[in-house]
């Protein structure tokens, strides 16, 4: 995820956790993971026009905005 590896090893994690939780409540978990993916997909958007307009991001930044 935009050079934060240990960021996008954790957010693999939770998708898995996400996708066994589903499987053993048959899909009830899948609902719950809906918004951890939008607020990933979110925070990801953010470090990319972070990226693209020169600014530089730490590992575990989350959706920063530049002073």
Known sequence: MLGQWQKG???IAIWICGVV???LTCGIG???MIPVVVLLAIDAY???SLLKNGHVIG???FFSHPL
Do not use: F
Request: hydrophobic share 55%.
């Open 30 to 32: 899948s609902i719950l």
């Open 46 to 48: 953010s470090q990319a």
């Open 59 to 61: 590992q575990w930044t």
């Open 21 to 23: 939780l589903s499987i």
């Open 9 to 11: 090893l954790v957010g």
